[in-house]
């Protein structure tokens, strides 16, 4: 299975794993499962530090990624297009636009938002 992993899942991978749900953690730590971020996260987490709502260490995300056997998925324009065509479940753009990553690359997004769940895509919570 291919999973995209939503931007507050990533953080609790990397600095919180016990919050991530029994069905979540299963999932990204079974080596049958290729796990993805999105760019739009990364965007997303840098936003969040230079606001100073986040910390996080983005000068280790390579080393990040690389320990936990992540790999990074593009934002293409395909992406945004199909984005800003959602209808408005969620008003979050960078939500928004891992949905329509997850629905044009067929992947399952692991994500505890529900109002994610709501745009049909297949989600791990």
Known sequence: ???LVDTHVFIWM???????SAAA???VVNP???VFLSAVS???ISIKRALGRLSFPLERL???LAEMGIETLDMTAGHGIAAGDLPRHHDDPFDRALVAQARIEGMTLVSADQAV?????????
Do not use: K
Not at 14 to 20: G, I
Not at 117 to 125: D, K, L, S, T
């Open 42 to 44: 990364v965007w997303e």
């Open 14 to 20: 990397a600095s919180q794993p016990e919050r991530l």
């Open 1 to 3: 299975m291919r999973l």
């Open 117 to 125: 769940a709501r745009y049909g895509v297949p989600v791990i919570a």
């Open 32 to 34: 049958d499962n290729e």
């Open 25 to 27: 953690a299963a999932a």
């Open 62 to 64: 390579d080393a990040l």
